[in-house]
T-cell receptor, first 111, second 120 residues
Framework: SQQGEEDPQALSIQEGENATMNCSYKTSINNLQWYRQNSGRGLVHLILIRSNEREKHSGRLRVTLDTSKKSSSLLITASRAADTASYFCATERGSQGNLIFGKGTKLSVKP | ETGVTQTPRHLVMGMTNKKSLKCEQHLGHNAMYWYKQSAKKPLELMFVYNFKEQTENNSVPSRFSPECPNSSHLFLHLHTLQPEDSALYLC???????????????????FGEGSRLTVL
């Protein structure tokens, strides 16, 4: 069953604007990861945030985590056309701790 | 390059064919995964191997048969597939599987570019 669920499903912005994507999950987590996927390609790991962290930065990416609300957000600042992709959050599930992904947010950045 | 190579990138097969997807990782990882990505659906975890041992079979139909001869190679054997099996099949690897890891980063997945399968 699905663990993370991203919101919105699709987001269209102009180059230079900020893009915010949200992820909600159902069960307690050890960490939450964000991945990016260009159309028809494999997923690429962006950032991991631990359950005891509230915010993490990596370049133009900022991830927040609110374990009380079981939600996370990914902010991409000063977006570029090359940021156009689908973005997925992933959390671990089950006794084996396998990563389960949401449906993703499809981001379109127009030049 | 992620260090995970999948072949073929594209495959078209009939419902009575037998074919195989191959995945190879050059990262020295010990866990390998098959995910299925269909349109408008979340990625579905299919199989997991940790140190060559299958540790997860997510109720996958028997027409999909995985094989992991060593920690660097993973195959997905396909036979008598259905049109609804058409999808992007993604292979991934990680240092070690989920809860067995010693460091948080060990759970990061490295994906191949996928094999686009079309079943006619």
């Amino acid at each position: 069953s699905q663990q993370g669920e991203e919101d919105p499903q699709a987001l269209s912005i102009q180059e230079g604007e900020n893009a915010t994507m949200n992820c909600s999950y159902k069960t307690s987590i050890n960490n939450l990861q964000w991945y990016r996927q260009n159309s028809g390609r494999g997923l690429v790991h962006l950032i991991l945030i631990r359950s005891n962290e509230r915010e993490k930065h990596s370049g133009r990416l900022r991830v927040t985590l609110d374990t009380s609300k079981k939600s996370s957000s990914l902010l991409i600042t000063a977006s570029r056309a090359a940021d156009t992709a689908s973005y997925f959050c992933a959390t671990e599930r089950g006794s084996q701790g396998n990563l389960i992904f949401g449906k993703g947010t499809k981001l379109s950045v127009k030049p | 390059e992620t260090g995970v190579t999948q072949t073929p990138r594209h495959l078209v097969m009939g419902m009575t064919n037998k074919k195989s997807l191959k995945c190879e990782q050059h990262l020295g990882h010990n866990a390998m995964y098959w995910y299925k990505q269909s349109a408008k659906k979340p990625l579905e975890l299919m199989f997991v191997y940790n140190f060559k041992e299958q540790t997860e079979n997510n109720s996958v139909p028997s027409r999909f048969s995985p094989e992991c001869p060593n920690s660097s190679h993973l195959f997905l054997h396909l036979h008598t597939l259905q049109p609804e099996d058409s999808a992007l099949y993604l292979c991934a690897s990680s240092q070690i599987q989920g809860l067995f890891r010693l460091a948080e980063r060990d759970g990061e997945l490295f994906f191949g570019e996928g094999s686009r399968l079309t079943v006619l």
